[in-house]
């Protein structure tokens, strides 16, 4: 049999139109490059949408994965395997966690960490305590659970009628959330730095001030850290920098450096309620992920790769403010480590794609968080060369938006 020649045509005719991929088909990555069919160059610094934390085709990644490949597959969770135990006790001595629970992706992690919140509540203090506070342009997955959850409504509407006893706070405002939690809360869930919805980073007051409304009323608190999580903010997760210790995390993208993963971390006060036959997923914690995601960790949780971090926020920061002082359109620059916001000043607004469309044309792909915020998401071990070149690409793209505006 032949292979069949396609391309990005091919997609409007097969696939359900819920994505409009880039026009270029990438065939082939290597660290923090990418080819396309026409054997054209990319800069990364949009990894895979946080996920490519050691870039593309990383050796030990590839090495690991080979050899799992000659080894063991799959079981389902009828048995346990090798490497799942091993991420799990890399996990549970990395975290405040003592539990584990694998799936494939962020929105399964979420659904677990949901479904454990409502189930603890009925089982600790009854039925009537089932309220879930979420916050408002917060981002958690594309299942209907997580979609109510989120808050962004255009990502509901339509697929009602959504799961009940969901209500949304305003991020980084207790009063809002003073406003809401009751002892009918079960738990309260959060980003603690809002990805999707903009790049917003929790300030350390009112992520402490959630959890101390938590603790008043017994309600557990979730960190979804699926974006944050990995190395992705220059610590091991996000919450380690804060202080505040989450009752249950959620974690995916970077954990498998590209190899479908997710996690969901409890203490163990909680897990408990996730007991025999509560829940499951056929293909948790399955072999080839799980060492992939070992390896990942393994080389990510290490002071070199977690200060590394800090090293290229600072390159990215710098080069950024650079571009502003040449074209001033960047209101705020804003972010940690390698999650990296810049949103475009009020004339700009609603322009975010157009810049995403003119770095591809120059040979840079990057992210949009929202209409008006450009997201970069790179590998956490991007050469400081590439950044370089990245933001040079940048400069191009950003140059040639403006002159057509003015044109
Ligand atoms: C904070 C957060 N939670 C959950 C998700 C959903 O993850 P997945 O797409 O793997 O289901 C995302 C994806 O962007 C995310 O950023």
Request: hydrophobic residues 40%.
């Amino acid at each position: 049999m032949t292979t069949q020649q396609v391309n990005r045509a091919l997609f409007d005719d097969v696939m359900v139109p819920n994505y409009n991929p880039q026009q270029m088909v990438p065939v082939r990555g290597a660290g923090s490059r990418v080819w396309d069919q026409d054997n054209n160059e990319y800069i990364d610094f949009a990894g895979g949408i946080a996920v490519n934390a050691l870039g593309h085709c990383h050796p030990e990644l590839v090495s690991v994965l080979k050899e799992q490949a000659d080894t063991l597959w799959h079981l389902s969770n009828v048995f346990t395997n090798e490497p799942a135990l091993r991420l799990a006790k890399k996990l549970t001595d990395a975290t405040f966690a003592d539990k584990v629970f694998f799936c494939n992706s962020g929105a399964e992690a979420n659904e677990a960490a949901f479904k454990l919140v409502r189930k603890y509540s009925y089982d600790n203090f009854g039925a009537e305590k089932n309220e879930i506070i979420s916050f408002k342009q917060g981002f958690h997955g594309r299942t209907l659970f997580t979609v109510s959850v989120g808050g962004q409504p255009k990502y509901r509407e339509g697929f009602e009628p959504a799961p009940g006893a969901i209500e949304h706070a305003e991020f980084n405002n207790l009063d809002s959330l003073k406003a809401l939690i009751s002892d009918k809360t079960c738990g309260v869930v959060l980003e603690p730095t809002q990805g999707e919805g903009g790049v917003i980073p929790g300030n350390a007051e009112f992520l402490k001030g959630v959890r101390e409304l938590c603790d008043q009323h017994n309600a557990l608190l979730v960190f979804d850290e699926v974006q944050t999580g990995v190395g992705r903010t220059g610590h091991l997760y996000a919450y380690m920098e804060s202080g505040v210790v989450p009752d249950v995390l959620t974690t995916a993208k970077s954990l498998g450096g590209g190899f479908p993963i997710g996690a969901m971390l409890c203490s163990d006060k909680v897990a408990p309620s996730l007991g025999f036959g509560t829940h499951g997923s056929t293909y948790g914690g399955n072999p080839l992920a799980c060492a992939v995601a070992e390896k990942v960790l393994d080389i990510i949780n290490t002071p070199e790769v977690l200060s590394g971090v800090a090293t290229r926020n600072a390159i990215f920061n710098e080069e950024l403010n650079k571009l502003n002082e040449r074209f001033g359109i960047f209101k705020e620059v804003r972010g940690s480590g390698l999650l990296i916001g810049a949103e475009l000043i009020e004339a700009w607004h609603g322009k975010a794609g157009e810049f995403l469309a003119a770095a591809r044309a120059e040979g840079l792909m990057m992210l949009v968080a929202g209409p008006n915020v450009l997201r970069f998401a790179p590998s956490l071990i991007i050469p400081e060369a590439d950044i370089r070149e990245g933001m040079a690409k940048l400069a191009e793209a950003i140059a040639k938006v403006v002159e057509a505006a003015e044109a």
